[in-house]
């Protein structure tokens, strides 16, 4: 093994490890201050939409936790050694499955949050993946650009889902709103979960899909749209086209491969 080899797991690991234990720090901080900072949306003042982002973060945090001690309590044990900790396929699964029921979590708006700690979380999961892409380049030339590209599509396609929100529409439409958010969270961070899980067990390149492409659009622009008389979600916005541009751009690099191919056979 390596000095490089075990300094990329070491990262990879850490990023896992930060990731999780910021992120669940963040979301326990939300449900306890909430009730008294939490305004509008504490369990004591709040209505509908405070009681079902309490539930759905609790059992998000609950469940999260159950499956992630196992891995969390291995990896600590050789974070700090010079051993390093087995990364196979089954291992990864074991790994994102907890962090990705977590994400749920993080993807409801609770009446106090910890924005800048939420990000601090998922900066650590983007460096797990820039240490895999690393790694990939190093020893890959040819897997190099492919890694590359699914490292920035994996940050993008996660940042165009939006964030659950309260409204303040009246029926039916806050019905509406309240529907396309809930099924875009509960399908396209499973998505992504899957995107992640291929990009690490693939060697650092994920698989390009139209079909995720396609929800994502789909179900991002559904909920922005209900909310555009409210409130335009910039950000998501601004991530599903990025998202959409990466996707093109890919594919205008892998026909453009394709065609070199076919000249330097036809010389050939």
Not at 175 to 191: C, D, M, Q
Not at 247 to 256: E, G, K, Q
Request: hydrophobic share 55%.
């Amino acid at each position: 093994m390596s000095k490089r080899e075990i300094i990329i797991n070491k990262i990879i690991c850490g990023g896992f490890l930060a990731y999780f234990i910021i992120l669940v720090l963040e979301r326990i901080f939300a449900l306890i201050f909430s009730i008294f900072k939490g305004g509008e949306f504490s369990l004591i003042d709040g209505g509908f939409y405070a009681i079902s982002t309490y539930i759905f973060t609790l059992l998000s945090v609950a469940a999260a936790l159950v499956f992630f001690i196992k891995p969390a309590i291995d990896m600590f044990k050789v974070i700090f050694t010079k051993n390093i900790y087995s990364l196979d396929e089954k291992q990864y699964f074991r790994i994102i499955l907890p962090m990705i029921i977590l994400l749920f979590s993080g993807m409801t708006h609770t009446g106090f949050t910890i924005p800048y700690l939420q990000f601090l979380a998922y900066a650590h999961l983007i460096a797990s993946m820039i240490a895999k892409t690393v790694d990939v380049c190093l020893t890959n030339k040819e897997k190099r650009l492919d890694t590359i590209i699914s490292v920035v599509y994996l940050t993008l396609f996660s940042m165009a889902i939006p964030v659950i929100y309260p409204t303040w529409s009246a029926a039916p439409l806050n019905v509406f709103i309240y529907l396309a958010e809930y099924s875009t969270v509960l399908l396209l961070v499973p998505t992504f979960g899957l995107m992640l899980l291929y990009f690490f067990k693939n060697d650092g390149v994920s698989k390009f899909h139209v079909l995720p492409l396609i929800a994502m659009v789909i179900l991002s622009s559904l909920t922005i749209g209900l909310r555009w008389v409210e409130e335009i979600n910039i950000f998501a916005f601004i991530f599903v086209i990025l998202t959409v541009i990466c996707f093109i751009v890919r594919y205008i690099i892998i026909a453009s491969r394709k065609d070199k191919k076919v000249d330097d056979n036809s010389k050939n």
